[in-house]
């Protein structure tokens, strides 16, 4: 029996089985969880459910977290079907490409600050709100995913990092505002993966390169070992954890610079 038997599990954000959600989902399924997932729009929709299909998870549902309607009417359909839920996993993020290239201050806009914080920041904040009436009282937990953007200037990361910054934040105010009614919040931030998402970065192979340099285990992390990592902070085992940003990057943040001589 896993320690995740009995949990009801909603995860957002499963794009691929190379996406940092799907490590997570299959993690907490393994475990005993019971998976429900989201996909974002109708071109998703038959990649999410084949995945899905994958993980016996009986529901699949639209989200689009750019939408108000379109969160609500993802927790009035949850419903539907259980009375409670869980955990709820938060796996997304945007930004324009266009502002993934180049110098910071050179590249950024009022429009592309505004949709990076929007769609990978406040939208962790507007789920947990939705959530609530079905988390509250069921020592549930949700977890976000986070990058060590959010406090080093990587580059060509620029803000899509502000928006990584946003959102650590947006954990520790969740986790404060929603301790008392029982739900706990926290964030992993994951080490450099090869994710669809990732590959939008300009020179990310270089940046791949360097982490595996630098990290401590000299190597990539998977996406199974971020899932481990999110099973466990959200399961009872983690019970006294809340509004922690937890690496799972092979100490990357732990390390400084690599001298070398000749």
Known sequence: MGFLSGKRALITGIASNRSIAWGIARAMRREGATIAATYPNAKMEPRVRKLADELDAPIVLPCDVSSDDGILNLFSELRNT???????????????????????????????????????????????????????????????????????????????????????????????????????????????????????????????????????????????????AAAFLCSDLASGITGEITYVDGGFNTAGAILTTS
């Open 82 to 228: 259980w009375e409670g839920l869980d955990i709820l996993v938060h796996s997304i993020a945007f930004a324009h490409q266009e502002e993934l290239v180049g110098p910071f201050v050179e590249t950024v806009t009022r429009e592309g600050f505004r949709v990076a914080h929007d769609i990978s920041s406040y939208s962790f904040a507007a789920l947990g709100k939705a959530a609530l009436p079905l988390m509250e009282g069921r020592q549930s937990a949700l977890l976000t995913i986070s990058y060590i953007g959010s406090v080093r200037a990587i580059p060509n990361y620029n803000v899509m990092g502000l928006a990584k910054a946003s959102l650590e934040a947006n954990v520790r105010y969740m986790a404060q505002s929603m301790g008392k009614k029982g739900i706990r919040v926290n964030a992993v931030s994951a080490g450099p993966i090869r994710t669809l998402a990732a590959s939008g970065i300009k020179d990310f192979r270089s940046m791949l390169a360097g982490f595996e340099q630098a990290a401590p285990l000299g190597r990539l992390i998977t996406i199974d070992e971020v899932g481990n």
